[in-house]
């Protein structure tokens, strides 16, 4: 079978399963196992296919018409220009939050003075995206990266590692702030935290709500729980000056600057993404 053949074989078997964008998704696919970039299939239409590349793809278009995210399929998504190993264990980082991590790294790099470097907390780190990112941006910063997941964490090392910033990111196992060292406190908190209402999570796409770490999207029943959690607890990990930056569900704007307003921080103000949306919450920590 030529490739040709075989992406449009491929193609209709995923649109038949209401996989999304099908010919890409099985050109992408393809482009995988050959090892080639995907427009590269373009000039080798009439190319035909060993029997294991045959087995590969079939196995790996199976599992996307079972919507199995692409992403998991390919083992790596880019971030900010970085590519980040995904496994099932971590949320796929989403284009919105590249937003959050330039808002946050232009804040940190943009702390001059002082001896001491600047630092940063991301708070539930999962791939390590926004840890990374900071680290990569602000050469100087010392970064640490928390997370209740430790499979999450195994992979957020590894990316750690990729990128050569390891040695800047100390990554740390625990429930909310409790894998902290008591003393640490920081420029910045950053946060990507689940906010997806519970009973809203059987609704989504089956690539997320069959697939992706529930404990990475279940934001309790209003969505609000760990927006609560950050409000309350976080000042307490923040140095003088120092700010909190999250990422919003869309529709979340009102009332997540509501619990950091009725919380007591100072300069709570909502921020669009690149799509126009408010998708972003920053706020000051308030005086003792
Ligand atoms: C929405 S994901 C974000 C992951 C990554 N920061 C990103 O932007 O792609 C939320 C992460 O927070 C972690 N998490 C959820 N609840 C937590 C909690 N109570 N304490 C620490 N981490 C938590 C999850 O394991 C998950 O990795």
């Known amino acids: 079978m030529t490739v040709l053949e075989v992406i449009q ?42 029997g294991t590349e045959l087995d590969r793809l079939r196995e790996l278009v199976r599992r996307r018409a079972a919507r199995e995210p692409l992403q998991y399929l390919l083992g790596t998504v880019n971030f900010c220009g970085l590519e980040l190993a995904v496994t099932p264990a971590v949320l796929i980082p989403r284009p919105e939050t590249e937003c959050l991590a330039e808002r946050a790294w232009t804040f940190l790099a943009g702390l001059g003075g002082g001896d001491a470097p600047p630092t940063a907390l991301d708070f539930g780190t999962g791939s390590g995206c926004l840890a990374i990112a900071l680290a990569v941006h602000c050469p100087g910063a010392q970064i640490v990266a928390t997370d209740v997941s430790a499979a999450a964490l195994e992979v957020a090392r590894g990316n750690a590692a990729r990128h050569g910033v390891e040695g800047r990111i100390q990554f740390r196992l625990g429930e909310g702030f409790a894998g902290l060292p008591l003393e640490a406190r920081f420029d910045l908190i950053v946060a990507n935290p689940p ?18 770490p529930r404990v990475a999207l279940d934001g309790g029943p209003d969505g609000l729980a760990v927006f609560r959690r950050l409000a309350a607890e976080g000042r ?17 704007a009102q009332s997540a600057a509501e619990v950091f307003d ?3 921080w100072a300069g709570v103000t909502v921020e669009n993404d690149w799509t126009n949306r408010p998708r972003m919450l920053i706020a000051e920590r308030p005086a003792p």
């Open 262 to 264: 009725t919380a007591g």
């Open 9 to 50: 074989r491929s193609t209709d078997y995923l649109a038949r399963k209401g996989v999304e964008s099908a010919r890409l998704q099985a050109e992408l696919l393809l482009a995988h196992v050959l090892g080639r970039p995907r427009l590269q299939l373009y000039l080798e239409f009439e190319r035909g296919l060993t």
């Open 195 to 212: 906010y997806i209402p519970s009973a809203e999570i059987a609704r989504l796409q089956p690539e997320v709500r069959d697939h992706e």
């Open 236 to 252: 307490a990990w923040l140095k003088p000056g120092g700010r909190l930056m999250t990422e919003l569900g869309d529709g979340q």
